[in-house]
C-alpha cells in the first residue's frame, strides 16, 4: 500500500510541476511578446491563429500576430516554431526560404527579419517581420506564407483568411 501511494504522489508531484511549467512558459512567451512589441496576447487568440505543418520529422508552428492588433500594423509579424528530434534545423535559412502571398496576387520574398527566441538546433523560434507595404488592409481576403525546402519538404503552407483576418 506504502508503494502504490508513494507512485501515485510522485505522479501527482510529476503533473501539477508539468502543468506548472507550461503555464509558466506561456507567460514568459507573452511576456517576451510584450517586450518586442508592446502589447501582450490572450492564449486562447494566438491558439485560433496558428498554424501547423509536420512533415518530414519537424513541426512547424506559426502565429500570425496581425490580426490580434497587438503590432504595429506598417509590419507583418509571424512567431515561427521549428520542432524536431533528429533534423539539425540551424542550417536553416528562414529569411531565405520564406515567401508570403495574398488574395490580390501580391507577393513578398525579400527583406524579411529574423528575430531569435531560441536558436538551438533541434527547437527553433522567433519572431519573422517584413514591411507591410499593402499586403495586409481591410480588404484582404487571405493570406499565405510559405516556408520552403526545410527537411526535404519542398512548401509548406500556412494560410489565415477570412475571419483569422479581421
Do not use: C
Amino acid at each position: 500500500m506504502r508503494k502504490l501511494f508513494g507512485a501515485v504522489l510522485i505522479v501527482f508531484l510529476l503533473g501539477t510541476g508539468y502543468w506548472a511549467w507550461t503555464g509558466i512558459n506561456k507567460t514568459i512567451e507573452n511576456v517576451a511578446l510584450q517586450e518586442t512589441t508592446g502589447s501582450s496576447v490572450s492564449a486562447k487568440t494566438e491558439i485560433a491563429l496558428t498554424r501547423r505543418s509536420d512533415a518530414a520529422n519537424v513541426t512547424v508552428d506559426i502565429v500570425f500576430f496581425n490580426p490580434l492588433e497587438a503590432v504595429p500594423q506598417d509590419e507583418l509579424v509571424f512567431r515561427v516554431a521549428l520542432n524536431t528530434h533528429s533534423v539539425p534545423l540551424s542550417k536553416y535559412n528562414i529569411v531565405k526560404s520564406v515567401q508570403i502571398t495574398t488574395d490580390k496576387g501580391v507577393s513578398i520574398e525579400e527583406g524579411f527579419a529574423w528575430q531569435p527566441e531560441s536558436e538551438a538546433n533541434h527547437h527553433r523560434s522567433g519572431l519573422l517581420k517584413v514591411r507591410n507595404t499593402g499586403i495586409l488592409d481591410e480588404d484582404t481576403k487571405w493570406v499565405r506564407l510559405e516556408l520552403k525546402n526545410l527537411s526535404g519538404v519542398p512548401i509548406r503552407e500556412f494560410k489565415w483568411e477570412g475571419a483569422d483576418l479581421k
